[in-house]
């Protein structure tokens, strides 16, 4: 008899007859934490049932996990079995939230004793149910409910006032108590689901990333930390950016160092790949003395406090030769039959600069601490976001450890993913942590392409914990669409970064100057800042920057761009012009409409949402555009667009009432 | 530092690298069991993947529950990170699945090398790490291939047979060895799932359901076990039943006994419903003494067996007033203040013939063992399927207990669950364990209701646990659609029943009589036989005996007809005519055509989906209509078909090769 116990056992508790089902959000079964940004209302539904035809009353339960208590909420029905109720997550943090459901025979009883008074039946077996009913909701009251409740059980057991109980029994004072005073008798409890709660950067954020070396105003000279306060930050401020990222600051390996455009020959003088981390002078935590030292650095991440950004910080788990790790923990690779450390490798091509981390080692524990101790030296200096480089070739237990470990103590660290790679891959990163991830956008182009992608986003389970930050361009990727160097396709892929995606980020300066020399047949720059270091004006302008001041100002006064979520794509009857609309629940409705054409004037009658705005067919409103100021009053629901490119490709309306 | 404790820890095996996830079939996290036809061919898919690039190796566990062995079958790449493989559910019973993968690091080196090969590298060293992984394949292999094997990692250890070893690391014998003995170190394993294996009857019957008493030959005489024997099997044998359902045959109570048309006041010598179920002769597992003994049932039960039809007894979990749990068991119903036992209600209306279960009881678990108990009395008397009466009005914990308890020892028990309630609860009852479910077939009418109601149930994830059973009336149901008294909606509600669903069953004598008689208002029988006795000819014959026989002997003889979710519907652009394809792996392929208009001709091009046929465009075959007989040449994918409803409204047509 053995097989039975495989499939069931009588419950603990037989009398449980709610079921709870389906709950949203929910991601594998409670697996993962879902994720939230402070101060969201984090709406909860479930499917809640039971035999028969009784009442049955659910609330959510929540708390901060470190919290003793749950807090309650009651849940509404909504249809079909569905329930939901919100909470508010006040604080930044874990969570945990459940449902928690119950026959509620008093609200039972409440409904089939007005239907028996309605029917003119005699009640009087019912108010004695009633009665013991109500001293279940008394032993719960307050005093002066609890002398009221008694009051009341009295007349319903005194058969001579049988008139005022009946009132009494169908009275509004009876169903308060009933809701107020819930008993939960044999109630049904969900398993305890996991909400991780980020500060509000987690959802909207405008990064710039760019080479410390390159900050230099002297050319031919390699920049310092102090150039970049100097030179970078002010022009930042300017065009209003919030994140500065800067690839890896450690010092680089002499072996196998690669030169310009990747040569596997490096002159003398060369400065090298600052991924090829590692070298007599130290590892993960030293700082490459080019750049200065680690109190210039802490100065730095000082100077972009007082300019409102934020330093972030970018980890590259992988050594050059020459790398302290190399020597101390060779167990922490794999090592050769012939005794040499095995280098990257992608066959047939070798990078023999860079040493991978052997996941697999043996001596696992020591190197998931070291790596945590990593970060938590970077904490300990004030960084608190960090871009990770390719975290996908990297063992993803791992990363769910070390975010869990690292936002334990450091609940506000954002951790960025660089997983340009397989879509499952890239879900699997942001399901285990992963408070941003990097995207396909770089490569969604067309109108039904970016719909797609969007609503894979936005409306899939993906919209529970991945939050994505859309690139145009990076410093690995130079896409085929800017290859052209075309001005409408740099402005649009900048603009829909920008308004589509709550975070975003450009490498620049070579973006904003429309910099599009390729290698040939690859998508990367030529003569790529990750093997020389370069030389920038840093104060120029063109209309590109002047759209990225506009658009990022626009982000900063309009909350309906600073979340994803919240977007609805427009119908318009051209394959070449993209609609949609962000809403707040504030108020704030911003209307964006691109021409995807770079050559040619597009447009067309779209039509707007008019239940998302707020207006009746007909009522008229204005869109007020952004980026030129212009205001138009528009009516109702139809409403004609037209942009040239090569004016402006693109609308960032506002809509405001009349 | 309590909080990440619960948002983490680190795993037991920090050196797992492979992620499973996305498992198909599986059922709520795998709560509960999917369910299968012993012979299937149980298709398992999942998400596999890992960090970087290493070639990984999955497979499927399985087994039957009691034995102690997983058999394991390899699991084959589909595309985007979907892997895939099936195996055989030979046996009733429960099994146990789950899936298994690794990084195969063998597989890897084979791919690596021969890159590198192809590149004209020197790959010395690449063999000495292939011998050391050879080494690992020796300590699992066979003592021929061990000896083999050790010859080869002699040859990649001589740097003297350098030319030798190089082609032998790409040769297929390597490559056998890499598969043929997998290593699987740090193997991530998925959790076990359940599934259970019913026999082929869950999947396929043609139900008869018809009243005992009414079974005799002389008109006013109470009909008994002998007269179903002698009176009505031949007759379902003759159109081809093989499931007879008889409501409950227990003693009927005597208190508040129902009259004729559901009367409250009951004429002296009526019989009483028999879902008024006890009496002082006993209860649930007692037989009403004017249909027989206890051996005459199991006469019948011999008796169906000749006919290869088999008995389904009902389970209808309620007591009369008199049944003998009412005295000895008070603590199994709910006890009123004044003493009484609460009888049945949905106010304002009173059933005070019967007695609800409580199954909050604080007795449950003597309640749930008696409730067993019955089952297994009458599983002991031979019955091996059990029609439940609304189950979805009793608690759902005891359902999944009791059907799992029984299972354990009969395992080819079978149970209907009669539950016409809300979608969420059918399903849940479903999930629970039931074998099989009433659906709302019954009310499903025009082409898009049938066709959105065979996608819900046959392709989502209902397909993986709810079975149907298709019944166009029952005896609590005459509906709307049958009750104009129309011939052909007569015929193709009966049809429709009998080949969208594997299992399906009608209500007799009244519905092949083509009875239409309801109350007004109601979807009820007028007099019907819940209440009375009826006497019926046993051996009318009109066109829908003739149309259930035909169907009946297609179903037999055509194993695309025994299955539900084997059902792909057919483009024709008529709203009047449901056209629907059912195939089997086996190359048989049946073709329904329904005019839906009880009152004109209705046709139309349809079109065939070919490469479900394995035919190609403008090849010939055939279409030999069951019913009638005639056979049509086709060609291609479309072909014109019109249905007179006066003459036959619909084509039951086997596709045959020319």
């Given amino acids: 008899m053995t097989i039975q116990k495989q499939l ?7 009398q449980q007859r709610v079921i709870i089902a389906q709950v949203s959000p929910e991601i594998d079964a409670g697996r993962f934490a ?7 209302k984090i709406g909860v539904e479930a499917d809640v049932f039971l035999d028969g035809h009784d009442v049955l009353a ?3 339960l929540y708390k901060k996990a470190s919290d003793d208590q749950w807090q309650t909420v009651p849940m509404r029905f909504v249809n079909n ?3 939901e109720a919100a909470f508010i997550a006040s604080q930044v943090g874990l969570y945990e939230y459940s449902i928690r459901a ?4 008093a609200a039972t009883w409440e409904h089939e004793i007005a239907m028996k008074i309605k029917d003119g039946q005699h009640v009087a077996v019912e108010l004695l149910v009633g009665a013991n009913l109500l001293e279940k909701k008394q032993a719960l009251a307050n005093e002066a409910d609890r002398h009221a409740i008694s009051e009341v059980i009295a007349i319903f057991r005194n058969p001579s006032q049988y008139a005022l109980a009946v009132e009494l029994a169908q009275g509004h004072q009876v169903q308060e108590w009933i809701h107020q005073y819930p008993t939960r008798d044999f109630a049904s409890t969900y398993q305890t689901l996991k909400l991780w709660v980020d500060r509000e950067k987690a959802a909207f954020s405008a990064w710039y990333s760019m080479f410390p070396r390159s900050a230099s105003s002297q050319k031919g000279t390699h920049g310092t930390f102090k150039d970049v306060a100097t030179n970078v930050l002010p022009r930042l401020k300017s065009l209003g950016f919030d994140v500065l990222y800067i690839p890896p600051i450690h010092p680089i390996g002499h072996q196998f160092r690669k030169g310009k455009n990747n040569s596997t020959t490096c002159q003398e003088g060369e400065p090298g790949v600052p991924y090829g981390i590692g070298s007599e002078l130290g590892g993960h935590t030293a700082i490459h003395p080019a750049l200065g030292t680690l109190d210039d650095l802490k100065q730095l991440i000082e100077s972009c406090k007082a300019y409102d950004i934020e330093l972030a910080m970018d980890l590259a788990i992988q050594c050059s030769p020459d790398h302290p790790w190399a020597k101390e923990h060779p167990a922490w690779f794999k090592v050769r039959p012939d005794g040499t450390i095995q280098y990257a490798e992608n066959p ?52 769910e450890w070390v975010i869990a470990e690292v936002q334990a103590v450091y609940p506000d660290m954002i951790f960025l993913a660089e997983a340009f790679t397989k879509p499952k891959v890239m879900a699997q990163l942001a399901k285990l942590g992963y408070t941003q991830s990097y995207t396909y956008y770089t490569w969604r182009n067309s109108k039904a392409e970016l719909i797609g992608y969007m609503q894979e986003l936005t409306q899939t389970e993906q919209r529970h914990f991945m939050r994505p930050n859309f690139w145009p361009n990076t410093h690995d990727i130079l896409p085929w669409c800017l290859q052209g160097g075309l001005e409408p396709v740099f402005l649009t892929r900048y603009f829909m970064a920008a308004t589509l995606s709550g975070n975003y980020g450009i490498f620049g300066p070579v973006f904003e100057s429309m910099n599009h020399e390729a290698n040939p047949g690859k998508e990367e720059y030529r003569n790529s800042e990750k093997y020389e270091i370069k030389h920038w004006d840093w104060s120029f302008e063109n209309k590109l920057t002047h759209i ?12 309906a761009l600073q979340r994803t979520n919240n977007i609805t794509f427009c119908d318009i009857p051209n394959d070449q012009v993209l609609v949609y ?47 030129t100021g212009a205001k138009y009053t528009w009516h109702g629901e139809h409403n004609f667009v037209d942009l040239d490119p090569h004016i402006m490709p693109m609308h960032l309306f506002r809509i405001e009432d009349m």
Same sequence: chains 1, 2.
């Fill in 81 to 83: 079995d569905r329930y």
């Fill in 548 to 559: 990225i001041r506009m658009t990022n100002k626009a982000r900063m006064e309009n909350s």
């Fill in 581 to 627: 609309l962000k809403t707040h629940a504030n108020g704030n409705r911003i209307l964006c409409v691109v021409n995807l054409d770079p050559y040619h004037r597009q447009g067309g009658v779209l039509r707007v949402p008019l239940h998302l705005i707020h207006k009746h067919q007909h009522e008229a409103y204005i869109v007020h555009d952004l980026l």
């Fill in 34 to 40: 879902v994720k939230a940004i402070v101060g969201d």
């Fill in 348 to 399: 047939p091509k070798k990078y023999q600069d860079i040493y991978p981390i052997n996941f697999e080692s043996d001596d696992w524990e020591a190197l998931w601490e070291e790596l945590k101790d990593v970060i938590m030296t970077w904490a300990s200096w004030g960084i608190r976001i960090i871009r990770v480089d390719n975290p996908h070739t990297k063992s993803f237990n791992f990363w």
């Fill in 102 to 105: 119950w026959v509620d025979h």
């Fill in 58 to 60: 659910a609330e959510v």
């Fill in 8 to 14: 069931t056992k009588k419950p603990t508790v037989g």
